[in-house]
């Protein structure tokens, strides 16, 4: 048989294995894109203001109150809860030092710890690992040292944050109102001046 007449057999065949893949086993699809191999999702949608249509920032009562955090090591603070936060905007990152989509947040959400801490924004790296690798606290004590990361983070080795939050990528983010209401979520890398614009807002309300 010709090379070419083989390889017009084969292509079709394996464009069609992937398809059934991708369905048979969603899980493992969504796993891809969250490591940036086909792409990061975005969760919302844009409105007429240029913010995300889940960022309703009305003070709306159907805004979800966010789960308290979970038990777990902290690091760069002492253990936080939002009822203690409560008057301050927060912004939750769910991440895990091994994953270069979540690298690529950080010199962003660094930024805006920076530029709003002092106005009432407190910033919370929740440490979803992985890998089993990424559970040992040595290995994520040195990471957010190395990374440079000075804003409170708390491990969740056993995915309890993950799952009240109803995470299912990494990265993800989270900003809560004064009130403790999340009031945006964004999945992947980017949006980061729609997070900014919301922070900014946040900031500008009445508890």
Known sequence: MHRKNLKMILLPSFVLILGLTAVSFPSHA???????????EITHQASSDGLSSSAVLSGSDS????????AGTWINSEPLTLKGLRGRVV?????????????NTLPAVKRLDARYREQGLTVVGVHSPETGGEKNLASVRREVASLAIKYPVVTDNEF????AYNV???PTIFVLDKAGRIRWKHVGEGAYDQTEQVIQRLLAEDE
Request: charged letters at 20%.
């Open 160 to 163: 309890e944050l993950w799952r």
């Open 168 to 170: 299912d990528a990494w």
């Open 63 to 70: 805004s979800a109150v966010a789960p308290e955090f979970a």
């Open 91 to 103: 912004l939750v990152e769910f991440w895990t030092f091994g994953c270069y989509n979540c690298r």
């Open 30 to 40: 969504q796993r891809w894109g969250t490591l940036g191999i086909i792409g990061s």
